[in-house]
């Protein structure tokens, strides 16, 4: 179990190395000069030098990648153009706000997805199965913030039953979480009810009846556990995703995370920010991968040897 | 002997887009209290489905149709899934030909078959860890302190058979079925497996219905057997008379297409085509097609079962004008 976490670690390091190199040459991907681009037209050379000799565009790319990257592992990721703070202070700030919405969709789209989907495995091809199915193919093509507006506009405006996007306390967290959770379910159903359906035919599931267990026992004790490995796997990533900051639902909320953060700093051209967001959100991914991984040794015992069985 | 099951005219169907399909037809057979019953057939000729039918472990698609299965004279067909559950594990239990994927791969072995006595026995806690280590040790699965908190992966297929066997063996069931207990497993393992099922069977008192297509399994642990063709049963009678004289023409070529040590120099014979499927069942009978033997009758009219003496019936019109139809 060590050596395997250790080898997850590792492998993690290398990725986030890579967002590092990734996320530092974005500065020198954009076409023409970035500094002009940022101070605008009207910007004198003096300027425009200065804001070089500040960025450190001026030195070699390797001495600036240095200076980078062990500016960043002492926690320092430049300061915002836009409003002098530090990075990681507007990082911070906005992030309890994501973690927030973010748990609260996954929380709604995994007891959604996955509930609907033992039900629709459970009564295959019946009716119930069908309308999951129908849920599902709709959740998927309907866009997410076509589904916030709408929520809004049925639930804040005419119901009046929550506040329209200006707050960021429980009341105004459950229209964007539910619209979150409702696109997530989704693919979380599918994926259950396609795996329940595929493990409720196996042969284990057969002795488990042989044996005379209840059927509630058999569905979460023998299948449950066997169906989660791709779900989990999926709601690592949906959490992953969900945690670098939804950027259109908490547009279309007005919720103040890392989403409405980054789209802010795209829009004022704050390179050092955008920066700083890039390597946030890949380190999440990444750390959150990890521990996916680890959770599937958990669920799955033959995960850790490295030879898991057809 | 008294007996143990008895099972009458048992048909069970299954649902396809052509209607429904008769898989098992009319079969008719007797466990006897303390017997090993062998159920003998090719691929595809219905002894799974018979042994699942029994137990009521048919996937949604398939059905007892008509017929009756008396277990200590109560007859399952009419229970409910409620009490069904009641007997599965508990009164019959059931091992099968796979082990590699009948044990669940998630759950440790002790957890497995700890399982069985907890919903059957209401046992718990350190009582009820003792009573799986001393399963498995009944099982002849050594280290079983460990093997308790293993998860099926690490185990080899013999291994995994023994736990199997644990399992069925838990509750102390009067009947167990075992389908083709030892055909997933090495020679080495299956002899050993069959050793461990006779003498288990010995010393809980056990009946045993051994569904096989391996007539050496059945000269090694059967008392009677019932032989199996597409769907029906075509003869029963004891394991010697089977062996020495068989009577159906089907048989006769299973035996003849049977390995044996002592006659290495004669090529085996092979029977000639395939089991038909349930949609192909000529209107007579179902082995005429492939029978070397076959005459105009058979092409037309099912052959009943005739009885031949006491210990023998068969299903064939060769044996019409000698015995009485039963």
Redesign the interface.
């Known amino acids: 179990m060590k050596h395997f976490i250790i080898n997850r670690v590792l492998s993690g390091i290398l990725v986030i190395f890579g967002i590092s190199v990734f996320s530092f040459l974005l500065i020198h991907f954009i076409p023409g000069d970035p500094v002009k681009i940022m101070l605008g037209i009207n910007a004198s050379p003096e300027q425009v030098e200065k804001l070089n000799h500040h960025l450190g565009l001026d030195k070699p790319l390797l001495v600036q990648y240095w200076q980078y990257i062990t500016n960043a592992f002492q926690g320092d990721f430049g300061t915002s153009l836009k409003t002098g703070r530090p990075v990681l202070i507007e990082i911070l700030d906005r992030f309890p706000e994501t973690v927030k919405l973010a748990i609260f969709g996954l929380f709604v789209a995994v007891v959604i997805g996955v509930s609907l989907g033992i039900v629709a495995a459970k009564f295959k091809d019946s009716f119930i199965d069908k309308m999951c199915t129908a849920f599902a193919t709709l959740g998927i093509s309907i866009p997410s913030f076509w589904l916030g507006i709408l929520l809004v506009l049925v639930f804040s405006v005419k119901l009046a039953w929550f506040p329209i996007a200006n707050g960021t306390g429980f009341r105004d967290l459950i229209l964007p979480a539910f619209t979150l959770g409702v696109v997530a379910s989704t693919m979380i159903m599918r994926l259950t009810r396609n795996g329940m359906v595929e493990v409720l035919?196996?042969?284990?599931i057969?002795?488990?009846?042989?044996?005379?267990?209840?059927d509630g026992?058999i569905l979460f004790?023998?299948a449950l556990?066997?169906v989660l490995i791709p779900v989990v796997t999926v709601i690592g990533l949906q959490l992953a995703a969900l945690l670098g900051g939804t950027v259109i639902i908490e547009q279309v909320f007005n919720w103040p995370g890392l989403g409405t953060l980054a789209i802010g700093a795209i829009m004022s051209r704050d390179f050092p920010l955008i920066q700083g967001i890039v390597l946030f959100m890949g380190v999440m991914y990444v750390t959150i991968n990890i521990l996916v991984d680890v959770l599937y040794s958990i669920?799955?015992?033959?995960v850790e040897?490295g030879?898991k069985?057809a | 002997m008294s007996n143990l099951l008895v099972v009458n005219g048992l048909t069970t169907q299954f649902e396809s887009k052509n209607g429904p399909l008769t898989v098992v037809d009319g079969v008719d057979f007797t466990l006897k209290k303390g017997e090993v019953l062998g159920l003998v057939g090719e691929s595809g000729c219905g002894k799974s489905v018979t042994s699942l039918s029994i137990?009521q472990?048919l996937?949604k698609y398939g059905k007892i149709s008509s017929g009756e299965v008396l277990y200590e004279n109560t007859n399952l067909v009419n229970k409910t899934e409620k009490e069904?559950?009641?007997?599965?594990?508990?009164e019959i239990?059931?091992i099968?030909q796979?082990p590699?994927?009948?044990?669940?791969?998630?759950?440790t072995i002790g957890k497995q078959i700890g399982?069985?006595i907890e919903?059957?026995e209401k046992v718990k806690g350190a009582k009820l860890k003792q009573k799986v280590v001393d399963l498995l040790n009944l099982g002849g699965i050594p280290r079983a302190d460990e093997i308790f908190h293993e998860?099926p992966?690490r185990l080899s297929g013999g291994m995994k058979q023994r736990v199997?066997i644990a399992?069925a063996i838990a509750c102390n069931p009067t009947m167990l079925i075992a389908d083709e207990p030892t055909t997933a497993l090495d020679v080495t393992i299956q002899a050993q497996i069959l050793d461990l099922l006779r003498s288990l069977k010995d010393e809980l008192d056990m009946s045993i219905l051994l569904i096989t297509h391996d007539l050496g399994v059945v000269a090694e642990m059967c008392d009677r057997v019932v032989v199996m063709y597409a769907g029906q049963v075509v003869e029963t009678t004891d394991t010697r008379t089977l062996l020495r004289n068989p009577r159906h023409p089907y048989t006769e070529g299973l035996i003849q297409a049977t390995p044996h040590q002592s006659k290495g120099k004669s090529r085996l014979k092979s029977i000639v085509g395939q089991v038909p499927t349930p949609d192909q069942y000529s209107p007579g009978c179902r082995f005429a097609d492939r029978c070397p033997k076959a005459m105009d009758i058979c092409q037309s009219n099912v052959p009943p079962l005739f009885e031949i003496d006491g210990q023998t019936s068969c299903r064939c019109w060769l044996y019409e004008m000698k015995e009485e139809v039963i």
């Open positions: 035919s196996n042969d284990y057969r002795t488990a009846r042989a044996k005379g267990l209840d026992l004790r023998h556990r066997n669920i799955d015992p033959r040897m030879t069985e | 137990l472990l996937d069904m559950k009641k007997i599965r594990g508990k239990s059931m099968f796979d590699m994927n009948s044990l669940n791969p998630v759950l399982e069985v919903k059957h998860y992966h199997m399992m």
